[in-house]
C-alpha cells in the first residue's frame, strides 16, 4: 500500500514497460500469430486498402474510390507491404509485412501504461491511483489482445490516450503553455480520427466540454476550445476536400450509411414484419446497392462517384417511422458495449470464428459463452473468469461512485474537498466516456470500449482508494 501510494522510480517505469512487451510479445508469438489470428473481421478491408497505396493507386480500387476506410492505418501498414515486396494480392502471401507490422504495434502499446499512469495522476493526484491504473494496462486483456491485431487499435489508442491527458489538462486546469497543449491535443487527436474516424465526432463533444466544463472564465474557456477546435478540424479538411471533389458530398467518413442499414434498419423490419434477420440484412443490402447504382447512372459523364451515403435511402425512413424501436436497440447496444467482455476474443478464435462479425450477438450469451458454455482451452477460461471478477470489482465501485460522489453530494451538506473534488471529475468523465459508447449503438462489443477503457479503471479506482480510506484523513 505504502509502495502505491509514492511515486515510481524511472526503474519501475521501465520495468512497466518491459513486462507490458514481454507480455504482448508472448502472447502474439505464441498465440496470435502461428494460426493467423491477427486476421479479424476488418482485417481484409485494410489489407486491401494498403495495397492500393503501395501500388500507388491511393485509396482508389478497381477504379473506385473508398471512403469507408479513412487511410491511416493502411498508410502505416503500407511501409511494411512495400520494404517485403508484393508478390500477391492474397491477405496470406503478406505475412512477413503484416508480422512485422504488428510487432511495431507491440512496442508502442507497451508505453500505453506510462500514457495512462499520467493521465490517472492527472486527474486524481494519487499516486494510489495512477500505479494501480499503470499496472492494471499491464495486463488488460482487451489491451493486450487489441495491440496483436491488424486492426486499428493497435497503434491507434496511445494517440487517444494522450488526447485524453492533454484534454483534461485543458479541462481541469490553465495550462501556462496553452497553445502548446491545445495544438498537443488536436494532433494526437486527429491522428487518432485519420485512423479511426470515430475521433470526428469525439472532437465536437471535446470542444463543447472544454466550453462548458473548462477552468477559467468563459472568456478563457472559449479561447481553450477554439485554440483546440480550429486545428483539429482543420487538419481533417483534406479529406473533406477529396470527398466532395468526388461526391459533391460533405463528410469526412461515410459509416452511418452502411451501419445503420446493417445494424439497426433490420432489426426495426424484424420486428414489424416479422422473418429472420440475416434474410431481411440481405433485402435492405440489395436495396441500398439499387440505390447507388441509381446514383452511379446518374453521374455518367460527371467523374463523380456515389458514396455509401446513399444507404441512408433505405434505412432512414424505417428509422424514423419507427424511433421508438431504434433508440431501444441503440440503447441495447450500447449496453453490450459497457458490458461484454474482452475475453470473448478468445472464444471466437477458439470456434474458429474471429474472422466474420456475426449479424446479432446478445449480452448473455456472450458472458456464458466466455465462463462455461462454449469449449475454450483452460488458460482462456482462467482469463475469462478472472476479466469477470476484475469487472464485479470495476462496476460495483462505479456504482458505488456514482451514489457516494455524484448524487449524495447533491443534497448532502459539508461534503469534505475530496467528495467535491471527485464529484466534478465524475461528471466531467462520465460525459466523456459517454461520445465513444454512444456511438456503438448499431453493433456493440468490448472492443468498442477500449478508447474510454482507462477512463473507467480510473474512475473505479478513485472509489476504491476512497473506500479503503475513508477511515483516515484524506484531505490535502
Known amino acids: 500500500m505504502i509502495a502505491l501510494s509514492t511515486r515510481p522510480t524511472f526503474n519501475t517505469f521501465m520495468l512497466v514497460v518491459i513486462v507490458s512487451f514481454a507480455l504482448r510479445a508472448a502472447t502474439f508469438q505464441f498465440f496470435v500469430a502461428p494460426q493467423t489470428y491477427y486476421k479479424q473481421a476488418d482485417s481484409m478491408d485494410y489489407h486491401n486498402s494498403a495495397l492500393c497505396l503501395s501500388m500507388g493507386n491511393g485509396m482508389v480500387a478497381n477504379g473506385q474510390p473508398i471512403f469507408w476506410r479513412t487511410p491511416g492505418y493502411p498508410a502505416y501498414l503500407t511501409p511494411f507491404y512495400k520494404y517485403f515486396?508484393?508478390?500477391?494480392?492474397?491477405?496470406?502471401?503478406?505475412?512477413?509485412?503484416?508480422?512485422?507490422?504488428?510487432?511495431?504495434?507491440?512496442?508502442?502499446?507497451?508505453?500505453?501504461?506510462?500514457?495512462?499512469?499520467?493521465?490517472?495522476?492527472?486527474?486524481?493526484?494519487?499516486?494510489?491511483?495512477?500505479?494501480?491504473?499503470?499496472?492494471?494496462?499491464?495486463?488488460?486483456?482487451?489491451?493486450?489482445?487489441?495491440?496483436?491485431?491488424?486492426?486499428?487499435?493497435?497503434?491507434?489508442?496511445?494517440?487517444?490516450?494522450?488526447?485524453?491527458?492533454?484534454?483534461?489538462?485543458?479541462?481541469?486546469?490553465?495550462?501556462?503553455?496553452?497553445?502548446?497543449?491545445?495544438?498537443?491535443?488536436?494532433?494526437?487527436?486527429?491522428?487518432?480520427?485519420?485512423?479511426?474516424?470515430?475521433?470526428?465526432?469525439?472532437?465536437?463533444?471535446?470542444?463543447?466540454?472544454?466550453?462548458?466544463?473548462?477552468?477559467?472564465?468563459?472568456?478563457?474557456?472559449?479561447k481553450k476550445s477554439l485554440l483546440f477546435a480550429i486545428p483539429f478540424f482543420l487538419s481533417l479538411a483534406p479529406w473533406y476536400v477529396r470527398n466532395y471533389k468526388l461526391t459533391d458530398e460533405f463528410f469526412f467518413n461515410p459509416t452511418g450509411g452502411p451501419y445503420l442499414n446493417c445494424f439497426s434498419a433490420p432489426k426495426i423490419v424484424r420486428r414489424v414484419k416479422g422473418g429472420k434477420l440475416e434474410d431481411i440484412c440481405k433485402e435492405l443490402?440489395?436495396?441500398?446497392?439499387?440505390?447507388?447504382?441509381?446514383?452511379?447512372?446518374?453521374?455518367?459523364?460527371?467523374?463523380?462517384f456515389p458514396s455509401s451515403l446513399e444507404c441512408k435511402k433505405i434505412s432512414m425512413p424505417i428509422i424514423l417511422k419507427y424511433p421508438h424501436y431504434f433508440i431501444y436497440d441503440w440503447f441495447i447496444q450500447n449496453l453490450k458495449t459497457t458490458f461484454d467482455l474482452y475475453s470473448y476474443q478468445l472464444v471466437a478464435i477458439a470456434n474458429n470464428s474471429y474472422y466474420y462479425d456475426p449479424v446479432e450477438e446478445f449480452l448473455t450469451e456472450k458472458v456464458s459463452d466466455c465462463l462455461w458454455a462454449k469449449p475454450l482451452p483452460i488458460i482462456s477460461r482462467i482469463i475469462a473468469w478472472l476479466e469477470l471478477l476484475f469487472m464485479l470489482a470495476l462496476w460495483f465501485a462505479l456504482f458505488g461512485g456514482l451514489w457516494c460522489f455524484m448524487l449524495r453530494p447533491?443534497?448532502?451538506?459539508?461534503?469534505?474537498?475530496?467528495?467535491?473534488?471527485?464529484?466534478?471529475?465524475?461528471?466531467?468523465?462520465?460525459?466523456?466516456?459517454?461520445?465513444?459508447?454512444?456511438?456503438?449503438?448499431?453493433?456493440?462489443?468490448?472492443?468498442?470500449?477500449?478508447?474510454?477503457?482507462?477512463?473507467?479503471?480510473?474512475?473505479?479506482?478513485?472509489?476504491?482508494?476512497?473506500?479503503?480510506?475513508?477511515?483516515?484523513?484524506?484531505?490535502?
Open 85 to 222: 515486396g508484393l508478390t500477391s494480392a492474397e491477405f496470406e502471401a503478406n505475412a512477413p509485412a503484416q508480422k512485422a507490422s504488428i510487432w511495431l504495434q507491440i512496442l508502442i502499446s507497451s508505453f500505453i501504461p506510462l500514457v495512462i499512469f499520467a493521465l490517472a495522476y492527472l486527474m486524481t493526484q494519487l499516486y494510489f491511483v495512477a500505479n494501480l491504473a499503470m499496472w492494471t494496462a499491464v495486463v488488460h486483456v482487451g489491451l493486450v489482445l487489441a495491440s496483436a491485431f491488424l486492426l486499428t487499435e493497435g497503434i491507434s489508442l496511445i494517440f487517444f490516450y494522450a488526447f485524453l491527458f492533454l484534454l483534461y489538462k485543458l479541462i481541469l486546469q490553465e495550462p501556462k503553455r496553452l497553445l502548446l497543449v491545445a495544438l498537443g491535443a488536436a494532433a494526437t487527436l486527429s491522428i487518432y480520427t485519420w485512423i479511426r474516424p470515430m475521433g470526428e465526432c469525439t472532437g465536437l463533444w471535446a470542444a463543447f466540454l472544454i466550453l462548458v466544463a473548462g477552468k477559467g472564465t468563459w472568456k478563457h474557456t472559449t
Open 410 to 476: 447533491l443534497w448532502q451538506k459539508n461534503s469534505t474537498r475530496f467528495i467535491l473534488s471527485m464529484q466534478r471529475l465524475w461528471f466531467i468523465t462520465a460525459l466523456i466516456i459517454a461520445a465513444p459508447i454512444g456511438m456503438t449503438g448499431g453493433f456493440g462489443y468490448a472492443r468498442l470500449r477500449l478508447p474510454v477503457e482507462p477512463l473507467i479503471i480510473i474512475l473505479a479506482l478513485s472509489f476504491w482508494y476512497w473506500f479503503l480510506m475513508k477511515g483516515k484523513s484524506i484531505e490535502k
Open 285 to 304: 443490402q440489395v436495396a441500398a446497392a439499387l440505390e447507388v447504382r441509381k446514383k452511379r447512372i446518374a453521374q455518367i459523364g460527371t467523374n463523380k
